[in-house]
């Protein structure tokens, strides 16, 4: 079996739902659509323009964008008091990092070239290491003494911070948009049932907020330890490492990550390997 056969996936995609649905179908699935969080604006841009005044002012030396949404979100925030060009000429000053595709091809449209290139799977270890190279490589790229502007997505990355604060920078976070529950979380609540209930098969994770919701919700429910156990029942696959970081800090283990962290090769490679790995699960379950 080369694909998934009839098996019912989980998907807790919110802006790509429809088109992951889509490629579960394509290969041979039965979707299962479940939104676990929606994308909101802060309710005060006052960090996003405070970052905007002092870019522009010449007060940071590097700036880190996280996600292609937050870079353009920040470039949204600015243009409320800013010029564009303005904007655009002051991230030309700067070293700008984006930690992977997303937010380079964002800054290409806006003609601006990254100082750096982060290597996948895109983490705040990669994002790390590549500035230590940097910083060893060219005499110019100094991380010890450097004012750094960090665009942060949903939650603060403690690791990340923490490692640039060792290395002796100054790091300023500019939160330009937060993840909320869905305004409807009735879908996200049968799917916790079905989990629980055993009658999901595969469930992918896309990013590690959506672990943090389902979580949320099953607690709310009462179901935490049921749908714990129909986890491990099921295949669990995970976009990438920091996905999988937070699935395993839950006492889940993610049975797959994709070569690429992308949605297309997570949907292929799920469904070459799902017939191995559900018959692993099941025989698991039955020695247990």
């Known amino acids: 079996?080369?694909?998934?056969?009839?098996?019912?996936?989980?998907?807790?995609?919110?802006?790509?739902?429809?088109?992951?649905?889509?490629?579960?179908?394509?290969?041979?699935?039965?979707?299962?659509?479940?939104?676990?969080?929606?994308?909101?604006?802060?309710?005060?841009?006052?960090?996003?323009?405070?970052?905007?005044?002092?870019?522009?002012?010449?007060?940071?030396?590097?700036?880190i964008f996280l996600t292609g949404v937050g870079t353009r979100a920040a470039l949204s925030v600015a243009e409320t008091r800013y010029r564009r060009e303005d904007f655009i000429a002051a991230l030309h000053r700067v070293k700008v990092v984006p930690r992977g595709p997303k937010p380079v091809a964002v800054l290409r449209e806006l003609g601006v070239t990254p100082a750096l290139t982060i290597p996948e799977p895109n983490t705040w270890r990669e994002l790390l290491q590549t500035l230590d190279e940097a910083a060893k490589a060219q005499s110019e790229f100094r991380i010890r003494g450097a004012r750094i502007a960090l665009q942060e997505y949903g939650v603060s990355?403690?690791?990340?911070?923490?490692?640039?604060?060792?290395?002796?920078?100054?790091?300023?976070?500019?939160?330009?948009?937060?993840?909320?529950?869905?305004?409807?979380?009735?879908?996200?609540?049968?799917?916790?049932?079905?989990?629980?209930?055993?009658?999901?098969?595969?469930?992918?994770?896309t990013t590690s907020v959506q672990v943090t919701h389902l979580f949320q919700i099953a607690a709310k429910m009462k179901l935490e330890e049921l749908m714990g156990q129909g986890l491990r029942r099921a295949i669990v696959a995970s976009i990438g490492p920091t996905?999988?970081?937070?699935?395993?800090?839950?006492?889940?283990?993610?049975?797959?990550?994709?070569?690429?962290?992308?949605?297309?090769?997570?949907?292929?490679?799920?469904?070459?390997?799902?017939?191995?790995?559900?018959?692993?699960?099941?025989?698991?379950?039955?020695?247990a």
């Open 1 to 63: 079996m080369s694909d998934f056969a009839g098996l019912r996936v989980l998907t807790l995609e919110s802006r790509r739902a429809a088109e992951l649905a889509k490629l579960i179908s394509n290969y041979g699935g039965d979707p299962v659509v479940a939104p676990a969080m929606r994308e909101v604006p802060l309710d005060s841009n006052a960090e996003a323009l405070s970052f905007a005044e002092a870019l522009l002012a010449g007060r940071f030396d590097i700036v």
């Open 157 to 205: 990355n403690p690791e990340l911070i923490g490692g640039l604060t060792e290395r002796g920078a100054t790091v300023t976070r500019v939160p330009v948009y937060q993840w909320a529950l869905p305004e409807n979380t009735s879908p996200l609540e049968c799917a916790i049932q079905e989990i629980a209930a055993g009658s999901i098969d595969v469930i992918f994770f």
């Open 243 to 287: 996905t999988s970081e937070e699935l395993q800090r839950r006492g889940i283990r993610p049975d797959l990550e994709p070569s690429h962290p992308k949605m297309g090769f997570l949907v292929k490679e799920t469904a070459e390997q799902a017939a191995r790995l559900l018959a692993k699960k099941r025989q698991e379950t039955a020695s």
